[in-house]
């Protein structure tokens, strides 16, 4: 914000917001809104166990004439909805890949997990060249 000499405030113009968003870090700025989200509404009503949906979902007009839509993973709580965690996958195919990086780090304590079948898939890993 800028003072005028009259003592008006100015919003910032559309391009200087522009700029500040360009160098972002979205990823970490993501995760610390998460992280901001997740501790307020575990704080909102202390003692209550939170029950959380893990799913995924093809972003609507996200796709390009050459790339298909974008694919995000989310976790989002009951009740009071609030995304506390999200990540962008690819595809639905690599949800199952995501989902515990995805969930690692909230502080589930008692909470309630609720995912689609796809999630209880196990993954098979293939050993690199070192045979681990």
């Known amino acids: 914000m800028r003072c005028h000499l009259l003592r008006r405030r100015h919003a910032p ?7 500040v968003l360009e160098r972002l870090d979205t990823d970490a700025l993501d995760a ?10 575990s704080a909102a009503a202390p003692g ?4 959380i949906a893990v799913d ?5 007009g996200s796709a390009l004439l050459d790339q298909p839509r974008r694919h995000m993973l989310s ?16 595809s639905k195919t690599n949800e199952t890949r995501h989902f515990q990086p995805l969930l690692a780090p909230l502080d589930l ?5 609720t995912f689609d079948a796809l999630h209880s898939v196990r993954i098979a890993y293939k050993p690199d060249l070192n045979g681990t």
């Open 56 to 60: 995924g979902k093809a972003l609507r």
């Open 32 to 41: 610390a809104v998460g992280a901001w989200l997740a501790h307020r509404h």
């Open 75 to 90: 976790a989002v709580t009951h009740g009071c909805p609030v995304t506390l965690a999200q990540a962008e996958v690819g």
């Open 109 to 113: 304590g008692a909470d309630v997990i």
């Open 13 to 19: 113009s559309r391009s200087a917001i522009g700029r």
């Open 48 to 51: 209550r166990r939170r029950v």
